[in-house]
């Protein structure tokens, strides 16, 4: 069975950092694209971030400069830097995997998904 457990949510205040974790169980983690959206209220999920099986990466402009995504195939975790945090940014997170093993940015893309982290950013 596959799990996906992102941690590391939290709120902070404009200006802060935070560092999401997703610890992966139940699949090859080093074969799988992970991804990280987001959702905020009332709003439709989004693609923030990607990385490939080879490390390759991929940004949504709205976090390009700001955000970092990172994998540890040895912990079979990947992360979310997130630096320099706006009340915009101001969502629930998502950790996913995709089979294909490429920078995938479609929420079609992936198969699984964690339950999600809450991010919020006061003004």
């Known amino acids: 069975q596959v799990q996906l457990v992102e941690s590391g949510g939290g709120l902070v205040q404009a200006g802060a950092s935070l560092r999401l974790s997703c610890a992966a169980s139940?699949?090859?983690?080093?074969?799988?694209?992970m991804g990280w959206f987001r959702q905020a209220p009332g709003k439709e999920r989004e693609f923030v971030a990607a990385?490939?099986?080879?490390?390759?990466?991929y940004y949504a402009d709205s976090v390009k400069g700001r955000f970092t995504i990172s994998r540890d195939n040895a912990k079979n975790t990947v992360y979310l830097q997130m630096n320099s945090l706006k009340p915009e940014d101001t969502a629930v997170y998502y950790c996913?995997?995709?089979?294909?093993?490429?920078?995938?940015?479609?929420?079609?893309?992936?198969?699984?998904w964690g339950q999600g982290t809450q991010v919020t950013v006061s003004s």
């Open positions: 139940g699949l090859t983690f080093s074969g799988y694209g």
């Open positions: 990385i490939s099986w080879s490390g390759s990466t």
């Open positions: 996913s995997a995709s089979r294909r093993g490429g920078n995938n940015l479609r929420l079609i893309d992936y198969d699984y």
